[in-house]
């Protein structure tokens, strides 16, 4: 099983100010999905460690971004199973 972490929320955003502890508990997100998966044979990966948020909403990603993080799964996806 492949989990893959939610992306913390991009802190470049027009409105960061407002959203202030919404940006600071995403930051955690992997941190708190590896905890919840310890004891399970998932393979837990971070998506923040490969691609970042957009910075014109602050939580999805652009085309280059969905291309990046596709090719990094792969390449993880062969390692682990080889």
Do not use: W
Request: glycine residues 8%; contains cysteine; aromatic residues 4%.
């Amino acid at each position: 099983m492949i989990v893959l972490s939610p992306l913390p929320v991009n802190g470049d955003i027009e409105y960061a100010g407002a959203c202030q502890n919404e940006i600071e508990s995403s930051r955690n997100f992997y941190k708190a999905v590896s905890e919840a998966m310890k004891k399970t044979p998932a393979v837990v990966i971070d998506a923040g460690s490969i691609i970042q948020a957009s910075s014109l909403d602050g939580v999805h990603i652009d085309g280059e971004s969905h291309v990046k993080l596709g090719r990094a799964l792969c390449r993880i996806l062969r390692e682990k199973r080889e």
